[in-house]
């Protein structure tokens, strides 16, 4: 999961600049994490959608009209540990006055209504979310993606229901009842990494699979 974090916030768009930081706090957070591995304890590690939402927070974001649609712009990102700090402080604190008995009283729907929110939040800036929506979009009407003008609509659309199909696939063995199939979720993982690289470019050209996701 960190790995998936670090590609996921080290895009361009972001703007962040303390690359060596970054591999300092993932040493750390391995070397805390044999620590907490030999007392039992669940590790430490960067998580959807927590880890965007984060950055997103520290950004300096100015809103940007190009041919009639509202993009927003990171402009700058303040790489401080200060929040990360402040926000662990809460929540040790929160874990000796929440539980167990307040947090009783909190119905489940509100800490529901809580995860559906973020969730939510999080896709504004989602590319696949964004090509998902050119699926129910007028082509006039279509934002000036990068990837739009240099790849074909029917690329673009393939690309994302091979994204989609996987998604459907991971959600079917992560979130199944039955745990023997919980099991096989770790394998599927793994041969998304062949498809990827041997079977999607047999469907789409190297260069149009550059171009819509060729950052991650």
Same mark, same amino acid.
């Given at each position: 999961m960190n790995g998936l974090m670090r590609i996921l916030i080290r895009i361009e768009n972001f703007r962040l600049r303390k690359g060596s930081a970054q591999n300092l706090d993932l040493f750390v957070v391995a070397i805390l994490n044999c620590f907490l591995s030999m007392m039992g304890?669940? @590790? /430490? %590690?960067?998580?959807l959608p927590h880890s965007p939402l984060h950055l997103r927070a520290l950004a300096d974001v100015e809103e940007r009209v190009l041919q009639g649609h509202v993009h927003e712009v990171i402009m700058n990102v303040r790489e401080t540990r200060l929040a990360t700090l402040i926000a662990h402080i809460l929540i040790l604190i929160s874990t000796y006055t929440l539980l167990p008995y307040p947090? #009783? @009283? *909190?119905?489940? !729907?509100?800490?529901?209504?809580? +995860?559906l929110y973020m969730a939510l939040t !999080?896709?504004?800036?989602?590319?696949? +979310?964004? #090509?998902? &929506?050119?699926l129910i979009t007028e082509q006039q009407a279509y934002p000036p993606t990068h990837y739009i003008r240099?790849?074909?609509q029917r690329k673009v659309h393939l690309f994302t229901a091979c994204q989609l199909l996987q998604l459907i696939l991971l959600c079917a063995f992560? +979130? !199944?009842?039955?745990? +023997? *199939?919980? /099991?096989v979720f770790p394998i599927v993982c793994f041969f998304f990494l062949p *498809? #990827? %690289?041997? &079977?999607?470019? #047999?469907?789409i050209d190297y260069k149009y699979l550059d171009a819509l996701d060729g950052k991650h």
């Open positions: 304890l669940p @590790w /430490m %590690h960067g998580a947090l #009783r @009283w *909190i119905p489940t !729907s509100v800490l529901h209504g809580l +995860f !999080s896709l504004a800036g989602n590319e696949m +979310f964004e #090509r998902l &929506l050119l240099k790849v074909p992560g +979130f !199944s009842p039955y745990p +023997f *199939i919980e /099991m *498809i #990827r %690289h041997t &079977l999607i470019p #047999r469907l």
